[in-house]
């Protein structure tokens, strides 16, 4: 299917990075993206009505330090 899509600069850089290493086109790699998040599942409960995150246990943690860095490369 042909469309035009509008995305975000952050997307749009996510996108394009994909599509670069994979070696397919932005159109390819966008497709994928929004796929492979719409199956993924997120652990989840609801505590007192809110429903958060529950990571398993054994997910290593990151760090304030590694989300700076994560930021920074987003910004390349």
Known sequence: MRTTLHLD???YRI???HARRRRIGLGKAV???VLR???ARMP???VDGLLI???PQDL???TPREVCQ???QEQE
């Open 9 to 11: 600069d952050a997307a």
């Open 15 to 17: 996108a394009l990075r």
């Open 31 to 33: 497709s994928e993206l």
């Open 37 to 39: 998040a719409a199956q």
């Open 44 to 46: 989840t409960k609801v």
């Open 53 to 55: 995150f529950d990571p």
């Open 60 to 62: 290593p943690r990151i």
């Open 70 to 72: 994560i930021l920074e």
